[in-house]
């Protein structure tokens, strides 16, 4: 129904920039919230940025000043700008989308998930 694809995540060395990218598609009327999260090995997962519909931002204070959270509402994607990356930004990234559906008249809202991409950030 709801599918969330990212794409851009790899292996940089520190210092070095990344381009995270997910596009949601399916039977989508709006999307309030996106966000993307990560965790890494043994961490539990947290909330990296997010950006309403509005175009508000939040960033997790660990990546404020290097990471760049933006969207596109025209092509449902939301991006990732990563700067001045760290080893300890190494971790699974998942993007989330908070949205609205409609199929066959009936229109439902919830929270969808992409599979996630791995960034690892070693020399």
């Known amino acids: 129904q709801v599918q969330l694809v990212e794409s851009g995540g790899g292996l940089v060395q520190p210092g070095g920039s990344l381009r995270l990218s997910c596009a949601a598609s399916?039977?989508?009327?709006?999307?309030?919230?996106m966000a993307w999260y990560r965790q890494a090995p043994g961490k539990q997962r947290e909330l990296v940025a997010s950006i309403t519909s509005g175009g508000s931002t939040n960033y997790a204070d660990s990546v404020k000043g290097r990471f760049t959270i933006s969207r596109d509402n025209d092509k449902n994607t939301v991006y990732l700008q990563m700067n001045s990356l760290k080893p300890e930004d190494t971790a699974v990234y998942c993007c989330?989308?908070?949205?609205?559906?409609?199929?066959?008249?009936?229109?439902?809202?919830?929270?969808?998930w992409g599979q996630g991409t791995q960034v690892t950030v070693s020399s």
């Open positions: 989330f989308a908070h949205l609205t559906t409609k199929l066959r008249g009936r229109y439902q809202t919830g929270d969808y």
């Open positions: 399916g039977y989508i009327i709006s999307i309030n919230d």
